[in-house]
């Protein structure tokens, strides 16, 4: 009886921190902020096409470590208590395609500003903006799977996340990033 070939996860080898591309629709608005362009170098060391997330979910930035996190899954942690989500509408990721044993580079834009909530007056909350500036280090989390995440009409939000988080596998890595000169 042959063994089924067992399938392995998406691999993480590099990211380079660039200049943003101009040609975005956020960098073409005379009021968008400015932005770091990140590449994301990635592998698939399987015999059949990997549908990798392209499009990021979220992420952080600590200045003290200099650690930026980026999320292109919906795996990532929820929010603190305190906020509370006025609406839920779930986006289906945009997708890369990776061909069998191929490489593909997914381009990130993060903001060159972070927005961190902190104590207000009374109750409230306020808000402060941090750069994100001297990235030392990137915790990059990818989701991947060997079929596409499809949308499905009428499906509620609770469901749609749902299938989010279920879609495929999750790799994590930490990278030491190179830096492209404007």
């Given at each position: 009886?042959?063994?089924?070939?067992?399938?392995?996860?998406?691999?993480?080898?590099?990211?380079?921190?660039?200049?943003?591309d101009p040609g975005t629709a956020t960098e073409t608005a005379e009021d968008a902020p400015a932005q770091h362009g990140i590449a994301v170098d990635i592998d698939n060391p399987n015999d059949t096409p990997l549908h990798?997330?392209?499009?990021?979910?979220?992420?952080?930035?600590?200045?003290?470590?200099?650690?930026?996190?980026?999320?292109?899954?919906?795996?990532?942690?929820?929010?603190?208590?305190?906020?509370?989500?006025?609406?839920?509408?779930?986006?289906?990721?945009?997708?890369?395609?990776?061909?069998?044993?191929?490489?593909?580079?997914?381009?990130?834009?993060?903001?060159?500003?972070?927005?961190?909530?902190?104590?207000?007056?009374?109750?409230?909350?306020?808000?402060?903006?941090?750069?994100?500036?001297?990235?030392?280090?990137?915790?990059?989390?990818?989701?991947?799977?060997?079929?596409?995440?499809?949308?499905?009409?009428?499906?509620?939000?609770?469901?749609?996340?749902?299938?989010?988080?279920?879609?495929?596998?999750?790799?994590?890595?930490?990278?030491?990033?190179?830096?492209?000169?404007?």
């Amino acid at each position: 009886m042959a063994r089924k070939p067992r399938k392995k996860k998406l691999k993480i080898t590099s990211a380079t921190i660039r200049p943003a591309d101009p040609g975005t629709a956020t960098e073409t608005a005379e009021d968008a902020p400015a932005q770091h362009g990140i590449a994301v170098d990635i592998d698939n060391p399987n015999d059949t096409p990997l549908h990798v997330w392209a499009s990021p979910r979220g992420y952080d930035f600590n200045s003290e470590t200099r650690v930026l996190t980026l999320y292109l899954t919906d795996n990532q942690p929820d929010p603190p208590a305190d906020i509370k989500m006025i609406s839920s509408h779930p986006r289906t990721p945009s997708q890369l395609v990776v061909d069998a044993n191929g490489k593909a580079t997914i381009d990130v834009q993060v903001p060159k500003t972070i927005r961190r909530r902190v104590a207000g007056e009374g109750l409230s909350l306020s808000f402060v903006e941090e750069p994100i500036e001297q990235i030392d280090r990137i915790d990059i989390h990818i989701q991947s799977a060997f079929e596409p995440m499809q949308y499905v009409v009428d499906e509620s939000p609770e469901d749609h996340h749902k299938r989010l988080r279920a879609h495929g596998d999750v790799v994590k890595t930490t990278i030491t990033p190179t830096q492209k000169q404007e």
